[in-house]
């Protein structure tokens, strides 16, 4: 694995990611779910959900890079707070 560059950062973000689809997995097996429609109009589940949080934050995190010069912690809060309301109202 001499090519990527697996720094204490990426293997967190790597590990958190691995984690989180466990988690939603066992809850998924444990509680299982009826699709709910949010503001978005559109059935969604838990990983839906999940999925979608994950890919704003993306983006969010790419905006916040080449936008600001504020450290990057600030997105990671940006985040968390995205994340709450992705699912609270979607």
């Known amino acids: 694995m001499d090519w990527m560059a697996w720094t204490l950062p990426t293997a967190l973000f790597f590990g958190v ?3 989180l689809l466990i988690t939603f ?3 998924a097996i444990k509680f299982p779910e009826t699709p709910r429609v949010g ?3 559109i059935e969604t589940t838990r990983g839906d ?3 979608i949080t994950l890919l704003g934050s ?3 995190n ?3 890079l080449g ?3 504020a450290p990057q912690w600030g997105a990671l809060v940006v985040c968390l ?3 709450a309301a992705v699912f609270r109202w979607v």
């Open 17 to 19: 990611i691995a984690c």
């Open 25 to 27: 997995t066992i809850l």
């Open 39 to 41: 503001v978005l109009r």
């Open 49 to 51: 959900r999940l999925f």
């Open 58 to 60: 993306a983006f969010i």
């Open 62 to 64: 790419l905006a916040w």
């Open 67 to 69: 936008l600001l010069s």
């Open 81 to 83: 707070i995205y994340a």
